[in-house]
């Protein structure tokens, strides 16, 4: 007997299916075969598929989506650290000022042995949301912790570490400032403790790292955050070899709760640039659930520690505009030795400067060699200065911008702060993109910086609204089913998966997100706090909702 002979293992059905198909069809119920979807349609085509051994869920009426993707993460960097790092968020965990972060602090190093580490993270420009106006400075940490070595990261461009940590990490006021980084000193020449970019390494190369072990659970901890809002799919940035062995080992014990498309960093990382490229392993190398998405390399820093490297000085810091981590020559050497092995590259460019040296490189390589379907992508292009001349380039290459729509949300007053209103016109210019024809998702670049929730960035995307209330060009919102197909048919066309994922239509992968409540009905602003009730991840329930009301299963 054939699989289709037989009746099918899973039927959702009496909900409102938005399919994210070609015409946003909704259909009611839909049948699950061998984790693949077999037939969509209505409540009484599908139900007559159904037999006693079937598992049917009655949806009441729910909303499902294709399961979420959110496109760029740094998750197996994060996810041990979500678990371990002493949290001192202020988005998260309503620590607002310096003497909370210290009180903090003190009680951690209190609860440790002397001399060990305590480790810290608050969130990216936390300074200019503090009523000081600032981050805290070694003083105030070796007073809070005088026993043990403390570093506390904002966002990933930035550490502040106290003396203790500064000396095990052998920085004193002659310590020569690494090339890409910045070791902060205040009027008198003494050290802050601030370290920039890749001056941060100094103090992560003597941190003790997290275990092995503890990384693989920190992939499973984070994972399970993702299923509790509906995100079944990531690329994640990776770094480093144990990561990707991490990952694998997963993957082969059936362990991996999502799919995954690692996004390989071959530049600044523990990854030989050539590795790829000696193994002869392309882009699209794996499985359903493991498979590389492509290259990756950062030309300049993050915007949260003015690193980012802009034309024009930082508004609140007139002295600097950002710096380069890679030059030109490097850029193009290596973007083109990837893509002639046919890779996808993804390169990271915050400020207008790494923009168009990302845009000049990616340009000048598909001139030379031009290739259909690259989809090589410009990680966070599309936050800001994406303008005519930008976007024409953008355009006819087929390049797609990565934006970062939970910048908007958690940090506009920062952003508005430190790069101006000038910069930030039309920021974040989601409808100007689509309408250009491109394929849009959008990354939340998390879990450090701020939970990943595909469905909070979704209502965003439609809202414009941040996290004290704003909105922010109204006129660049998008629909509700635009902004459903942005985290889910765009990022797996974003991943080279359109085919077999992204729309809930027959043969594609039985992975859904079951909403308590349906986007299209509420106000927009409230989208982003709708209770996912179940996910469905290859057919089979991967998270279901304590008190989701009257679902069984
Ligand atoms: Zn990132």
Request: hydrophobic fraction near 40%; include cysteine.
């Amino acid at each position: 007997m054939s699989v289709a002979a037989l009746s099918p293992d899973l039927i959702l059905t009496n909900g409102v299916i938005l399919t994210a198909d070609k015409n946003n069809n909704q259909a009611e119920a839909v049948a699950v075969w061998n984790g693949k979807i077999g037939a969509v349609g209505s409540k009484s085509e599908i139900d007559s598929l159904g037999d006693a051994r079937t598992q049917t869920i009655d949806l009441k009426g729910r909303c499902v989506l294709p399961g979420l993707t959110d496109p760029h993460v740094h998750f197996a960097d994060g996810g041990a650290s979500m678990m371990h790092r002493l949290d001192c968020r202020d988005f998260y965990s309503n620590v607002r000022s310096i003497p909370q972060i210290v009180e903090k602090i003190s009680e951690q190093a209190q609860s440790q042995a002397p001399g060990s580490w305590v480790i810290a993270h608050g969130s990216p420009m936390q300074d200019f949301r503090m009523p000081e106006g600032r981050f805290p400075n070694r003083h105030e940490l070796d007073a809070a912790s005088p026993n043990n070595p403390v570093s506390i990261n904002f966002g990933a461009h930035i550490t502040i570490a106290n003396s203790k940590a500064l000396e095990i990490a052998g920085i004193n006021k002659s310590t020569e400032t690494p090339a890409g980084g910045a070791i902060e000193v205040d009027e008198s020449g003494e050290l802050t403790g601030k370290l920039v970019e890749r001056a941060q390494y100094l103090v992560r190369s003597v941190i003790p790292e997290y275990s092995y072990d503890q990384m693989k659970k920190g992939i499973l901890f984070a994972s399970d955050r993702c299923l509790a809002r509906g995100i079944t799919n990531i690329h994640d940035i990776v770094t480093n070899q144990e990561s990707i062995r991490a990952y694998q080992e997963l993957a082969q014990a059936e362990e991996l709760p999502i799919r995954v498309s690692l996004l390989i960093r071959v530049i600044e990382a523990a990854i030989q640039k050539e590795s790829l490229l000696n193994l002869g392993i392309k882009t699209g190398f794996g499985d359903d659930w493991l498979r590389i998405g492509g290259v990756k390399m950062s030309i300049d820093g993050g915007i949260t520690g003015h690193v980012a490297k802009f034309y024009e000085p930082y508004v609140d810091d007139p002295c600097h505009e950002g710096l380069i981590r890679i030059e030109q020559d490097e850029l193009d050497e290596t973007v083109s030795a990837y893509h002639k092995a046919g890779h996808r590259i993804c390169i990271h460019a915050i400020g207008d400067v790494a923009m168009d040296m990302a845009l000049r490189s990616l340009d000048g390589v598909l001139k030379e060699d031009p290739r259909d379907d690259h989809r090589h992508r410009i990680e966070h292009l599309g936050n800001w200065l994406v303008n005519d001349e930008r976007l024409d380039l953008i355009k006819r290459n087929q390049i797609l911008p990565v934006p970062n729509i939970p910048f908007m949300h958690f940090i506009w007053e920062s952003l508005l702060a430190c790069i101006g209103d000038e910069r930030l016109e039309d920021s974040f210019n989601i409808r100007t993109m689509l309408d250009a024809g491109l394929q849009i998702t959008s990354g939340s670049d998390g879990p450090a910086y701020w939970p990943l929730d595909s469905l909070r960035d979704l209502g965003t995307a439609v809202s414009r609204q941040t996290w004290t209330g704003k909105v922010v060009g109204p006129d660049q919102s998008i629909t509700v089913d635009e902004a459903i197909r942005m985290f889910t048919i765009n990022a797996a066309y974003n991943a080279f998966e359109e085919k077999i994922k992204g729309s809930i239509e027959v043969g594609k992968i039985a992975d859904f997100a079951i909403l308590a409540e349906n986007p299209h009905d509420i106000e927009p602003t409230k989208i982003k706090d709708i209770p996912v009730d179940m996910t469905i991840v290859d057919g089979k329930m991967a998270f279901f909702r304590d008190g989701a009301e009257g679902l069984t299963a």
